[in-house]
């Protein structure tokens, strides 16, 4: 799974470099780079749609060595796309409620409420 996240990061940097000449300098550039990001990883979802299954609530639990350690990785993937993208936006790539909502086409409010719902 992280390979396919690394993939869509890769994909979404190049598609901004080579696209950089339409960056109309409208909102921050750099939600302008992670929506190029947003857009690759959408485009790989789609490609890849009937590969990815989600894990069931048994793999929720920890490790032998971690029995309390709560896996969030099928967690994250059982949220709704909007709420894992300002999930992963807000602390994966630390922009901050107006970039998220620049990057995503969204109100600010909306980043808000939805990563109320996502916590």
Known sequence: MLSLAVDAVHDGF???IRARD??????P???????????????GRAARANL???PGADDLGGTEENPNELRLTPVLLALPERQRLIVFLRYYADL?????AAALGIEVGTVSAALSAAH
């Open 52 to 54: 990815l299954l989600l």
């Open 14 to 16: 190049t598609a901004a």
């Open 96 to 100: 901050d409620y107006r970039a998220i």
């Open 29 to 43: 550039f750099e939600a302008w780079v992670w929506r190029a990001v947003v857009n690759a990883a959408r485009k």
């Open 22 to 27: 339409g960056y109309r300098g409208d909102g």
